[in-house]
């Protein structure tokens, strides 16, 4: 279990958020990596998510999100560069060999870029839009876009364990970018989807991960949980 006040390498996450969002917030993204790689790592619990960032924290991180990773002098923001950085301390998540490491970092981009938008959108109409009469057209309007970017996902993924021939950090963004779709028929009518993501959920690393998140909700907030 990495999570050490003591050690070298600290990431940021909220003290507080509601409980819908508990296990999702994207410090998992650093966790799960960081536990694969059997870095320990302190945190910096920083203000929830509805209350004003301090504007030091702005420094670290522009848009005031978590999470902000620092070790050895350097400080990142956005989980995707903090990635990528730990793979290249690390094989165990990123291929040494030059097409290796590109397709990862292909499929890690890919993950973020043209599948979690997609998402993203559905689940930003359906919060914005709740009881608005405007909701189910837009959704009707987002819906298709989502269920496309997800039936290519699947034919590229096949019956393969993995988007390319081992677990990368592509795998890993791809599969919390999958766990969290917004409609339960998303993911679901795609069986090699769904077992991809009972797969990536599964590893000991995303358990310990997991674990982690939400044992740092339950001590910040124990009259809540
Ligand atoms: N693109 C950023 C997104 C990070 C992000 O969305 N963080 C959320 C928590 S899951 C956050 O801090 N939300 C508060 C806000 O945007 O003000 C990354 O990948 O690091």
Redesign the pocket.
Known sequence: MPVDPNAGVEITA?KW?PPF?HG???DM?IRWALEEIATPYRERLIGG?FED?ASDYLVDQP?????VYKAEGISL????SILIHLGEKDERILPRDALGRGRAISWMIAA?NSVEPALSALMLVGHAGAEKNWADDAKNAVRPFAENRLEMLSNALGTKDWLEDRFTIGDLVMVDVLRTAPEDKLVAAHDNLVAYVERGTSRPAFKAAMTAQLDAFARNNPDIM
């Open positions: 909220f958020v969002a999702y917030v994207k993204r998510i960032k848009f005031g999100q978590v999470p923001f956005e989980t995707g973020l």
